[in-house]
């Protein structure tokens, strides 16, 4: 049977979630996730995507995207192209490095998109990575830490984001958390 087309469209908020092959690790050391982080924000800022949310896992990943000129899947063949090339002469490896194609979830900018803020910002925090919610202010690897104003990753849209959860940066992050 086929597979069903997806929704692609400009301005479509879509939840991107990518896995490793047979659920094997993606991100193998700081090296892996800082050329992983280096390319999301290199193509999010040549290609006009919004990221309102992000979030590396050791063996799949978390976006949060909104792409502006163009559908969503040449910004996702770019970056998962060039990443597993990467990888792959980075370890010695060669193959498929993902899992299937991507999923994508169309999401309503309504209620349920905080929750999935929250959601793929604190990953990390759930799945032990991190000790507490002050070691993931300043995580590298989840688009918490921007939220927070610790780190930048130029192309986030922070400000966006914070909106959402209410006026005023400060107000807005203590709603968040």
């Not at 070691?135 to 400000?159: C, R």
Request: charged share 25%.
């Amino acid at each position: 049977m086929p597979r069903s087309a997806r929704i692609d469209i400009p301005n479509l908020l879509q939840h991107v979630i990518v896995r490793g092959i047979e659920r094997r690790d993606i991100f193998l050391s700081d090296d892996d996730r800082w050329d992983f982080r280096n390319r999301l924000q290199k193509l999010l800022l040549e290609m006009d995507v919004d990221c309102l949310a992000w979030s590396l896992m050791s063996n799949h990943f978390h976006l949060l995207l909104r792409p502006t000129r163009t559908p969503l899947a040449p910004f996702m063949r770019r970056l998962l192209t060039g990443y597993a090339v990467s990888f792959n002469l980075r370890h010695n490896r060669s193959g498929h490095l993902f899992q299937n194609r991507y999923k994508s979830i169309v999401c309503d900018e309504d209620s349920y998109l905080l929750e999935l803020v929250r959601y793929i910002h604190l990953n990390p925090l759930r799945a032990g990575i991190v000790a507490d919610l002050g070691a993931l202010d300043t995580f590298p690897w989840s688009g918490h830490a921007m939220l927070m104003g610790k780190i930048v990753l130029e192309g986030q849209g922070i400000n966006e984001v914070l909106r959402y959860f209410g006026p005023g940066v400060s107000a807005s992050r203590r709603t968040y958390c």
